[in-house]
């Protein structure tokens, strides 16, 4: 479920016409996305995409995410852009929600994922690092290492439904975790998706037939991070088969890729593993709250918390770099 | 939720290269429609939408449907075509399930119906009706009379939870519809579309700035039937306020426009208040199914038989067409 919020034809059209994008044409939603509501949007003047934002989202922080993609994709990163009304503005209003219209971005997201498109994502995880360097906004990680022990305490009182021992297992798992986290400053920071699953990254082939990546979507959890934390997302989400297998292969692709386009330090590479774990409790611990806190009959996909346990406990016992096949 | 199965790229890759759509350009998963997974198919050669049927659809009652959207559509009417593989075939198969691409149609489904848009949907009807004329197949309604004893059964056990004394209502009302019931023979019948609510409507502004229909869509409880319960249908579906209040500006509209390009009989008019009412059960029995069927927490929005409840009763005390604006 990805709409949310219904929008009115005449509503749409009277917020229309704060843009020149010429007539409506269509507007469907679209079943991707979890957090708002999602429109794809075709006018005289092409396809887009409108989000009206739910709940979730702190209208504070939009100017950091709007301002982040218009960024980025002025950069030449294929990313969306907001487009702007007549009076300037790209975020606005529509039905008592905060609202935006973006570009459309042409490609396919990966159902399932194969090594071939490690390397892309790798090659636009890096170049997406440099494009951020000059936007000064700042947005701290919400769900960064500060987060996790309140996350953790939140589902302190059901999370052993989910599995028997699965809290002390995690309240273990975090104090490793924090001790072996990088200090302030260590590693180079900037601005990071924090986010890039397979559903937000669109390929096309290229001319030599081989996946390219074609736009990154969805800079909702984007915040002023780690790169390389950035990467410990991507290997926990890319890079793992169905059965929870790490894929070395994949894993060496993303990073041989990133790092033509970034180098990495060797500090980066020596934290490798813990920001993996700590990108695996992350996940974990999002989804462990919202299992514990969904209603039953909610119209919200749970995801399910193990996946993500099982990748913690991989990278656990993945201490030297020879397991991401460096 | 409209998306059921998800397709690899691999796949799709494959599946498209028996079409000459060009290449893939965009592939998207549609939030609208709930028995069929609906996706945003862009190519080179344009927008369609590509459905994998899922298993409420009787894969032998494809070709009925994918039939009549052709005929149709070649007779003028604005509704998906089928597009056809290099082999000549529409019906498919992918991921595992029959699945078929139709063009894409433009306009805006009405969140919130107004009057003007009745009148458009009623000629929009009318000339469906007319142009299924000639399409020689026949699809019994599963939904018709004949289906509302078995229906109301299998909610017999738990129906009064939604509303004490609502069992002992439904066999009244039922037995009082059937009695009423036209006979076999007694009015026009031909291909009829069964399910045209707001959300199966397409409009855009024409040069008067008044809405037009740009395409009906989801044919997928077409059947062969009396066109007057198809009017039935839309007076259920279009001509409610919010609260239930019967609207006969909106109905007067719609009759009105339907008439001037389909002529109504006596006998069609006088059977309206009780096609209204079975139409009103239909919808109140698949609904009241659902509710009493599906299992909390499962990923279906359930929608409200109450709503149904209201309509038929309305239709219940509406005995003359004056009720209806006539």
Redesign the interface.
């Known amino acids: 479920?990805?709409?949310y919020t219904?929008?009115?034809?005449?509503a749409?059209r009277a917020f229309l016409a704060d843009y020149a994008l010429g007539?409506?044409?269509?507007?469907?939603?679209?079943?991707?996305g979890v957090e708002n509501s999602n429109y794809?949007l075709?006018t005289e003047a092409g396809?887009f995409i409108l989000t009206l934002y739910e709940k979730r989202v702190d209208p504070a922080e939009l100017p950091y995410f709007l301002g982040l993609m218009e960024h980025l994709a002025a950069g030449g990163m294929a990313c969306p852009t907001p487009v702007h009304g007549r009076d300037g503005a790209a975020l606005r209003a529509l039905a008592g929600r905060p609202a935006a219209i973006v570009t459309?971005?042409?490609?396919?997201w990966?159902?399932?994922v194969r090594a071939e498109h490690c390397a892309p994502l790798g090659k636009a995880l890096a170049e997406m690092h440099l494009a951020g360097v000059g936007f000064d906004m700042r947005r701290p990680n919400a769900l960064g290492p500060k987060g996790w022990a309140p996350l953790l305490d939140g589902c302190r009182a059901r999370g052993d439904e989910v599995q028997s021992g699965l809290i002390a297992e995690l309240d273990a798992a975090l104090a490793g975790i924090l001790a072996a986290w990088p200090a302030e400053g260590a590693l180079p920071a900037g601005q990071i998706h924090a986010d890039l699953f397979p559903d937000n990254a669109?390929?096309?082939?290229g001319p030599d037939g081989q996946p390219r990546v074609s736009g990154v979507i969805d800079f909702y959890f984007a915040c002023t991070d780690l790169f390389a934390y950035d990467i410990a997302v991507c290997l926990n989400a890319w890079c793992f088969e169905a059965d929870y297998a790490f894929n070395v292969t994949r894993a060496r692709a993303m990073l041989g890729a990133y790092r033509a386009i970034r180098p990495l330090s060797d500090a980066e590479l020596q934290a490798l593993p813990v920001l993996c774990r700590g990108a695996a409790l992350r996940f974990l611990l999002t989804r462990l709250y919202d299992w514990t806190h969904t209603p039953?009959?909610?119209?919200v996909?749970r995801k399910d918390p193990v996946e993500y346990l099982r990748k913690l406990r991989f990278f656990s016992g993945a201490e030297t770099l020879s397991a991401f096949g460096l």
Chains 1, 2 share one sequence.
């Open positions: 479920m990805a709409v219904e929008v009115s034809d005449e749409l007539e409506l044409l269509a507007f469907r939603g679209i079943a991707e794809a075709k396809d459309f971005l042409p490609g396919v990966p159902r399932r669109f390929f096309l082939p039953e009959g909610a119209l996909t």
